[in-house]
């Protein structure tokens, strides 16, 4: 187990060192706050786009749903007939230049896991860079667009938003409640009383917390032909290689077993890269791994390889809620 790994499950099962990082965490806290405060007051330099702006990040270290909300949020979108572009950071990207655009013809190596999945996805102009508000202005000089999804950027200060999304993964919850490094959190747990929704990944029903937000497993893809297989395609009690290099690898393996089959998981760093012969697990059994790994081993993936393609299911509160903001933020839109 790596140090980080090892330093994760301290932060959500505890663990008596990590008050020896309580003076590293109060400086944390400071450095954070004062930087919300400077945005609150104007100090920070924020660029304002001229069309409507809705971040979707976390206020945890690692994965709790991301992706798939924004996937969920584009569709909707379009549904109403609106035009959605997407930035990102491009966590891991070596493009040319920033900020570059992101095709789905791209590799993950030049634009990333997540943001070549949503491209691939949804086909709706991608751009990725670490300065968030210079992919904005990049992307409305290239697209006429009525709204943008900044795929995570809660702390991105510099790019002003009209919503706040956080999600919270329900299982994990936040851990420890302390902040980095003696904690999961990115900001203090105050900062929730200010966004504008937060979703719970996993949560039955809405409640205090938050909406309540699922993900249900869809079907199968196999990589190397796009093949579209159903959940029954493989019987219960069928034993399979799980791969998973995402923010919390047990959440995938759990769906598997919800699914009746007998996964054998092998976790990975997120936004890890493969290789076949890291992938060439024994014994011979049929491998099942994430959508976000499957954009990194298309080209050299074996036959019968698949990935579970998942659907974000957030309450009908929150539909409910999300339309009422659209229509506050485009009120003359069709």
């Not at 950071?89 to 999945?117: K, N």
């Not at 302390?178 to 937060?198: H, I, K, M, Y």
């Not at 993936?301 to 998942?310: E, H, I």
Request: glycine letters at 8%.
């Amino acid at each position: 187990m790596s140090f980080a790994d090892r330093l994760q499950r301290a932060w959500y099962e505890g663990h008596p060192a990590l008050a020896l990082l309580a003076p590293l965490e109060m400086l944390y806290r400071r450095v954070v706050t004062a930087k919300r405060k400077r945005f609150i007051s104007g100090v920070i330099d924020c660029y304002r786009a001229p069309v409507p702006v809705v971040v979707v990040g976390n206020i945890t270290v690692g994965g709790t749903g991301k992706t798939p909300l924004i996937l969920w949020l584009i569709e909707h979108c379009q549904r109403r007939g609106l035009k959605v572009g997407v930035v990102s950071r491009g966590y891991g990207a070596r493009p040319p230049e920033y900020p570059w655009r992101v095709e789905p013809g791209h590799s993950a190596a030049e634009v990333g896991d997540e943001p070549l999945l949503i491209a691939q996805r949804t086909n709706v102009p991608v751009m990725i860079d670490p300065d968030r508000s210079r992919a904005v202005r990049k992307l409305l000089e290239l697209e006429l667009l009525d709204l943008i999804l900044s795929d995570d950027g809660l702390q991105h200060y510099r790019l002003g938003r009209d919503l706040e999304l956080v999600l919270i993964d329900a299982a994990r919850g936040l851990g420890n409640q302390r902040c980095l490094p003696a904690g999961p959190l990115r900001e203090p747990l105050e900062r929730l009383e200010s966004v504008d929704a937060v979703l719970i990944n996993g949560a039955q029903v809405d409640g205090p917390s938050g909406f309540a937000f699922a993900l249900q497993p869809a079907k199968l893809i196999e990589l190397s032909t796009g093949q579209a297989w159903p959940l029954d395609h493989f019987p219960a009690g069928q034993r399979m290689h799980a791969v998973a290099g995402i923010g919390n690898p047990q959440r995938f393996f759990t769906t598997l077993e919800a699914l009746h089959w007998r996964p054998i998981p092998h976790a990975f760093a997120d936004h890890a890269r493969y290789s076949l012969e890291q992938l060439s697990f024994s014994p011979e059994l049929p491998l099942v791994m994430t959508e976000k790994d499957a954009v990194k081993c298309r080209a050299f993936a074996l036959p019968g390889w698949c990935y579970l393609q998942v659907q974000a299911e957030p309450s009908a509160a929150f539909v409910t809620w999300f339309d009422s903001q659209l229509d506050r933020l485009l009120p003359v839109h069709p």
